[in-house]
């Protein structure tokens, strides 16, 4: 697939689901907004093993820039960091992990640290049609030819109607991910699975925890797959 293809159609659905998405109450962006103390669930849960980071949002000075992911050191520059923070649902969206890494080695300061939490590519690869039987349908390690999908909805809510529904995904297998990191030049310094989601996948899943916003499957399966997993790594100084 072109590369103006896959990005020209995951950014109509993502530019579409904006709106909705800042309006759900899910992502409390007006308390987010006017109240410096108040994070999301993603990253007072994140916080654990990254450090504080009740105050680095709105009112702080940022500089934001917009561009390709591959393209970031064009765009940004020779500047490194302290911190490289990678989001909850980010790579998936990228069709080489190694390129990623990369990047993000580029941008991790000599003693500086990269922290990342990510849906697992064992659940990617599940077949959310048939829930019941945790069957996996879609490579789990990267493949050249992404997996298109053509759904209604949003995680924020399954049953909201959308006009722009196609995706291009890819999925990277968890050894990809780490050797790409460590072939960037950064050191491992914590890896670990969880059971959690901070969505609902399908309605297997239940609320269990209202702080953090997790979601995770019946407690008699719940040991069955790894939902999703974190790295914490360094460059050495």
Same mark, same amino acid.
């Given at each position: 697939m072109?590369?103006?293809?896959?990005?020209?159609?995951?950014l109509?659905?993502?530019?579409?689901?904006?709106?909705?998405?800042?309006?759900?109450?899910n992502?409390?962006?007006?308390?987010?907004?006017?109240?410096?103390?108040?994070?999301?669930g993603?990253v007072?849960?994140?916080r654990?093993l990254?450090?504080?980071?009740?105050?680095?949002?709105?009112?702080?000075?940022?500089?934001?820039?917009?561009?390709?992911l591959y393209?970031?050191?064009?765009?940004?520059?020779d500047?490194?960091?302290?911190?490289?923070?990678?989001?909850?649902g980010?790579?998936g969206?990228l069709p080489d992990?190694?390129?990623?890494?990369?990047?993000?080695?580029?941008?991790?300061?000599?003693?500086?640290?990269f922290f990342?939490?990510?849906?697992?590519?064992?659940?990617s /690869? =599940?077949?959310? @049609?048939?829930?019941?039987? +945790?069957?996996i349908i %879609?490579?789990?390690?990267?493949?050249?030819?992404?997996?298109v999908?053509?759904e209604?909805?949003?995680?924020v809510?399954?049953?909201?109607s959308?006009?722009?529904?196609?995706?291009?995904?890819?999925?990277?297998?968890?050894?990809?991910?780490?050797?790409?990191?460590?072939?960037?030049?950064?050191?491992?310094?914590?890896?670990?699975?969880?059971?959690?989601?901070?969505?609902?996948p399908?309605?297997?899943f239940?609320?269990?925890?209202?702080?953090?916003?997790h979601? /995770? =499957?019946?407690? @008699?399966?719940?040991?069955? +797959?790894?939902?999703? %997993?974190?790295?914490?790594?360094?460059?050495?100084?």
């Amino acid at each position: 697939m072109p590369d103006d293809d896959w990005r020209s159609t995951n950014l109509a659905n993502w530019n579409e689901r904006v709106a909705f998405h800042a309006a759900s109450g899910n992502y409390r962006v007006e308390q987010i907004a006017t109240d410096p103390d108040v994070i999301s669930g993603v990253v007072d849960f994140d916080r654990q093993l990254v450090g504080d980071a009740t105050g680095k949002r709105a009112g702080v000075a940022a500089r934001w820039y917009f561009g390709d992911l591959y393209d970031a050191p064009q765009v940004i520059g020779d500047e490194t960091f302290d911190l490289v923070y990678t989001g909850v649902g980010a790579i998936g969206w990228l069709p080489d992990i190694r390129g990623w890494a990369q990047v993000v080695g580029h941008f991790v300061a000599p003693g500086g640290s990269f922290f990342i939490r990510e849906c697992h590519p064992v659940l990617s /690869a =599940l077949d959310y @049609d048939d829930p019941d039987r +945790l069957s996996i349908i %879609f490579p789990y390690f990267e493949t050249a030819e992404p997996t298109v999908f053509d759904e209604d909805g949003t995680y924020v809510d399954r049953d909201a109607s959308f006009e722009h529904n196609r995706t291009v995904e890819w999925i990277h297998g968890l050894a990809e991910t780490i050797q790409a990191l460590l072939d960037a030049g950064l050191v491992l310094d914590d890896v670990g699975e969880h059971t959690f989601t901070d969505w609902q996948p399908f309605d297997r899943f239940q609320k269990i925890d209202e702080r953090y916003g997790h979601w /995770a =499957l019946p407690e @008699d399966i719940r040991s069955h +797959l790894p939902t999703m %997993f974190h790295l914490k790594m360094h460059r050495p100084a």
